[in-house]
C-alpha cells in the first residue's frame, strides 16, 4: 500500500525529487524530507468520482445491451411480418395490376349507378335526376382520366361514387307516401317508458325482440321472440291478439317457425321483426334474410350480398351484443335490412326490402361504422342510431335520411331505459312507438317530431 501511495504521489506530482548527501566516515547521510510522500487526499477524491462514474456509464451500458438483445429478435419479427404483408401489394404495384384491378371495379360501380340514374329520370324526370346524370358523367370521365394518368385518390373516388349511388337509390322509386307520415323529418323527443314488464319466458333470456305488427290497418298483433342456445337461436314466435293478453301473459299462441334450432330456416339474432303477419329474419347461420308467412306456412329467402356474420359487424357500442350483425327493421309500407360489409368498411349498410316479392329495391351506404352503434331503427325513412350513455340511459346520436341522402351526426335524444344492454329496437308506424327488448325486459316509448 506504502508503494502505491509513494507511487501516485510522485506521479501526481509530475516533478523528480533531487536528494543530495554528504560522506561521514564510511556511511552516506542524506537529509530526506517526507513531505513529497504526503497523501493528495483531494485528487483522490475527484479520481475516487470519475472510477464511480465510469463504473455507473458500464453498468447502464451493459443493461442497455442485455435489452437490446431481448427486443432485437422481436424487431426483426415485427419487420419481417411487415415484409410479408406488403409483398402482395408491391407485386401488385410493380406489375400495374393495382391500378387497373381497381379502375375496372370503379368502372363498373359507376354504370351501374349510371343505369340506375337514367331508369329514375326516364321514369319521373326532375331537376335532381338530371343533375345526378351530369356529375354521373363528369365522374365516368375523371375515371377515365385516372386511368391514362395511372395517378388517382381511390378513397376519394369511393366515397365520391357513394354519395352518388345514395342520391341515385333516392331518385329510384320512393313514393310519395313513403314521407308524408310525419310532420317533420328528424324526431325531437322520446316519453319516458309507457310499457315495461319481464318477458313471458323468463328473466334469463336476455336476448330477443318484440312488438306489433308493423303494417299499416293490420291487425293487432302483438309478439314477443325469446332467443335460446347461447341467445342466438329461435324457432318459434308468440302470438298476442290484445295487449291486455300481452301484458297478462295469457291467451297466446306459439307459431312454430321451424322444426329445431338446427334447421336451414332458423332464426339467427335479436334482429327479427314482424311485419304483415309476416317474420323477417336472419336464416341460419346464412348472409340471407328470410320470411316466414304465419297463414301460409311458407318460408322465402334472399341473400345478402357481402353482409358480414357471425359476430363480424355486431352492434357493439361499450359491450358487444353478438348476433346482431343482421337488424330487419319495418315502417309504413316497407321492410329495412340494417347490416355492414367489408366493401363499405364495416360501415352500416342499409337496403330496403319489398315486403312481397322479398327483393332488394334500394342499397345506401352510410359513413356510420357498425361497431360504434348499441342498436339501430328505422322512423319515416330516417335510419337512427343510439349509443350507450349509462345502465339506465341511451342516446340517439346519429340520422341517415334515405330521402335526401344526408347523414346528421348532432343529434342528442336521450331515452330510458331498465339494463344497459339492448337486444333489438324497432318502431312501429301504427302506434307511433318505439319497442326495446332490454336484457329479458320489454319496453315501449312514444316519439315525437
Known amino acids: 500500500m506504502l508503494s502505491y501511495l509513494l507511487l501516485l504521489s510522485v506521479i501526481l506530482s509530475g516533478q523528480a525529487q533531487k536528494i543530495l548527501g554528504k560522506q561521514d566516515k564510511d556511511a552516506c547521510i542524506c537529509e530526506l524530507s517526507s513531505s513529497i510522500w504526503a497523501f493528495p487526499a483531494k485528487r483522490f477524491e475527484e479520481i475516487e468520482k470519475q472510477v464511480k462514474i465510469c463504473d455507473d456509464n458500464l453498468k447502464d451500458f451493459k443493461t442497455k ?74 365522374a365516368r370521365n375523371d375515371i377515365k382520366s385516372m386511368n391514362e394518368d395511372n395517378f388517382f385518390n381511390l378513397e376519394a373516388m369511393k366515397t ?16 310519395d307516401d313513403f314521407r ?62 290484445l295487449y291486455e293478453d300481452f301484458m297478462g301473459n295469457k291467451n297466446y299462441k306459439d307459431e312454430p317457425i321451424t322444426s329445431s334450432y338446427s334447421d336451414k330456416n332458423t332464426v ?28 301460409t306456412k311458407t318460408t322465402k329467402r334472399i341473400n345478402l350480398d357481402g353482409a358480414g356474420i357471425d359476430n363480424k359487424f355486431p352492434f357493439c357500442y361499450y359491450s358487444c351484443r353478438d348476433w346482431t350483425d343482421i337488424d330487419l327493421e319495418a315502417d309504413q309500407d316497407a321492410v329495412w335490412v340494417i347490416y355492414a ?43 337512427y342510431a343510439t349509443r350507450y350513455v349509462n345502465t339506465y340511459q341511451e ?19 336521450p331515452f330510458e331505459k331498465v339494463a344497459a344492454g339492448i337486444a333489438n329496437l324497432n318502431y312501429n308506424p301504427v302506434d307511433r312507438k318505439l319497442y326495446m327488448y332490454n336484457d329479458g325486459y320489454l319496453l315501449a316509448f312514444d316519439v315525437f317530431f
Not at 395 to 413: H, K, P, W
Open 268 to 295: 339467427q339474432g335479436s334482429g327479427t321483426i314482424l311485419y304483415d303477419n309476416t317474420v323477417f329474419y336472419q336464416c341460419y347461420s346464412k348472409a340471407e334474410i328470410c320470411s316466414f308467412n304465419i297463414t
Open 395 to 413: 342516446e340517439v346520436f346519429y340520422a341517415f335520411d334515405t330521402v335526401t341522402g344526408q347523414e346528421l351526426n348532432t343529434l342528442s335524444v
Open 341 to 383: 360489409t367489408e366493401e363499405n368498411r364495416g360501415n352500416i349498410v342499409l337496403s330496403r326490402l319489398d315486403p312481397v316479392e322479398l327483393n332488394i329495391t334500394h342499397t345506401w351506404k352510410t359513413h356510420l361504422f357498425k361497431r360504434s352503434v348499441t342498436s339501430t331503427f328505422m322512423v319515416c325513412g330516417v335510419l
Open 180 to 241: 308524408s307520415s310525419c310532420h317533420q323529418r328528424i324526431m325531437t323527443n322520446i316519453s319516458s317508458p309507457s310499457t315495461t314488464k319481464l318477458n313471458s319466458q323468463s328473466y334469463s333470456y336476455v336476448s330477443g325482440a318484440w312488438g306489433r305488427d308493423a303494417k299499416l290497418n293490420s291487425k293487432q298483433l302483438y309478439w314477443e321472440h325469446c332467443l335460446v342456445s347461447g341467445h342466438k337461436h329461435g324457432k318459434t314466435i308468440r302470438i298476442y291478439k
Open 65 to 138: 445491451i442485455k435489452n437490446n438483445i431481448v427486443e432485437l429478435p422481436k424487431m426483426e419479427a415485427t419487420l419481417k411480418n411487415i415484409v410479408k404483408r406488403l409483398k402482395p401489394f408491391e407485386y401488385l404495384n410493380t406489375n400495374g395490376l393495382y391500378n387497373a384491378l381497381h379502375l375496372q371495379e370503379l368502372s363498373q360501380e359507376i354504370e351501374t349507378i349510371h343505369q340506375t340514374a337514367s331508369e329514375a329520370h326516364q321514369k319521373n324526370p326532375s331537376r335532381e335526376t338530371h343533375k345526378l346524370l351530369n356529375e354521373l358523367a363528369k
Open 160 to 175: 365520391r361514387l357513394r354519395d352518388l349511388n345514395n342520391r341515385a337509390q333516392t331518385c329510384k322509386t320512393i313514393p
